[in-house]
Structure formats: structure tokens, C-alpha cells
């Protein structure tokens, strides 16, 4: 089984300046790790993805994610964020051996950009 | 659009009574996730389907629960005796393969009095 910690529920932004999410997570096999985005009153959009290779993963809306195998962590960063990043984060696993995708996601850190 | 859709976007019940949601996933995905979703957390794995058969079915998931997908098409989650507790958001999501992306759908908000 596997469990993710998002070690932050609220992260306040100003417009134009970097944001790290962190996420840990728990497992006893070798995972893929993912982060979905919820903007308000619509449904999760996948971000970026870990499967396999370069740690360093990059996703859509300058976001990037880098996999550290050693710390079982995958933080999310943008080195400059909009106020259209305003959104819910969630950071999930899914573990290798689950060959049909089941994703556990965490409770979530909601990012909110100020002017 | 031819994204995941789903139907109702709002469900009011009061408790005691059943209620039936629809999911339509994009066309030609296999698999079709179900996942709920409460206020202040992430979503949690119901069930899930490859073309019709369901394959898998969350601890989460009491017998007051059953989902289906005929056909392998769209998929219906039927929650009977409706509790207090069942008040939460319910997200549907497909995907052509098991670790392909997942998209998902806006989601059905059910309310139960």
C-alpha cells in the first residue's frame, strides 16, 4: 500500500515570485508519482508525471517536479507564478505492481497568489 | 468537447433516498475510475473498470454502492439508503491504460439532507 503527505495545506504567494509544494510519500514498492491541479468548480488536470528516467520532470504552465528516491519525496516548483495558478495541488502515487493505475492522492496544498 | 463528462453537477437528497450518477469518459479509453472526493481532502479510489468488467472495488465502497459500465461505455454509480455521510464529490476519470494519464471529470457534488 502506498500513502502520500503533502506537509503543507495552504501556501500564500505574492504574484511573480517562486513556490515549492512538497510531497512525501510511503511505499513498499517502487512507484510512479504524479500532481494533478484543481482549478475551482472544474475537474483535476495532471501537471507532470514520474514514470521512469531523468528525476527532473517537467510540466505544462512552467511547472517541474524533481523525483528524490532517497528522501521519497516529489516537491512541485515554479519559479514564477501567476494569479491564474491560484488552485488546489495534489500530489499522487501510484505503485508499480497496481498494474491498473489505482492513484492515492493526498489531502491536498492550496495555493494562493496575491498581487 | 470531448472530454470525461458527468451527470448531474449538483445532487440535493434527503437521506434515506437513492440516487444514480452517470459518467461518460472520453471515447475510446478501456478503464474508467470512480473517486470520491470530501471537503479539505483528495480524492480516494472507489472502483474501477476495464471496458465493462469491474476489476477492483475500495474497502471504501459499502454494499449500499453499486456501479456499473454496459457495454463498456459509460459508467453509473448508484448509492442506495443515502447517509449524511455520503455527502462529498464524486469524480469519474478515464484513461486508455493503467499508468496512462488519467483525465477526469468536473465531478457530481451530492448533498445529502
Known amino acids: 500500500a502506498q500513502s502520500v503527505t503533502q506537509l503543507d495545506s495552504q501556501v500564500p504567494v505574492f504574484e511573480e515570485a517562486p513556490v515549492e509544494l512538497r510531497c512525501n510519500y510511503s511505499?513498499?514498492?517502487?512507484?510512479?508519482l504524479f500532481w494533478y491541479v484543481q482549478y475551482p468548480n472544474q475537474g483535476l488536470q495532471l501537471l507532470l508525471k514520474?514514470?521512469?528516467?531523468?528525476?527532473l520532470v517537467k510540466g505544462i504552465n512552467g511547472f517541474e517536479a524533481e523525483f528524490n528516491k532517497s528522501q521519497t519525496s516529489f516537491h512541485l516548483r515554479k519559479p514564477s507564478v501567476h494569479i491564474s495558478d491560484t488552485a488546489e495541488y495534489f500530489c499522487?502515487?501510484?505503485?508499480?505492481?497496481?498494474?491498473?493505475?489505482?492513484?492515492?492522492f493526498g489531502a491536498g496544498t492550496q495555493v494562493v497568489v496575491t498581487p | 468537447d470531448t472530454g470525461v463528462s458527468q451527470n448531474p453537477r449538483h445532487k440535493i437528497t434527503k437521506r434515506g433516498q437513492n440516487v444514480t450518477f452517470r459518467c461518460d469518459p472520453i471515447?475510446?479509453?478501456?478503464?474508467l475510475y470512480w473517486y470520491r472526493q470530501t471537503l479539505g481532502q483528495g480524492p480516494e479510489f472507489l472502483t474501477y473498470?476495464?471496458?465493462?468488467?469491474?476489476?477492483?472495488k475500495s474497502r471504501l465502497l459499502s454494499d449500499r454502492f453499486s456501479a456499473e459500465r454496459p457495454k463498456g461505455s459509460f459508467s453509473t454509480l448508484e448509492i442506495q439508503r443515502t447517509e449524511q455521510g455520503d455527502s462529498a464529490m464524486y469524480l469519474c476519470?478515464?484513461?486508455?491504460?493503467?499508468?496512462?494519464?488519467?483525465?477526469f471529470g468536473p465531478g457530481t457534488r451530492l448533498l445529502v439532507l
Open positions: 499522487a502515487v501510484s505503485g508499480i505492481t497496481d498494474s491498473w493505475g489505482k492513484l492515492q
Open positions: 511505499s513498499s514498492v517502487s512507484v510512479y
Open positions: 473498470f476495464q471496458n465493462e468488467a469491474q476489476l477492483e
Open positions: 514520474y514514470l521512469s528516467g531523468s528525476t
Open positions: 476519470a478515464s484513461s486508455l491504460g493503467g499508468v496512462e494519464t488519467q483525465y
Open positions: 471515447s475510446e479509453h478501456n478503464r
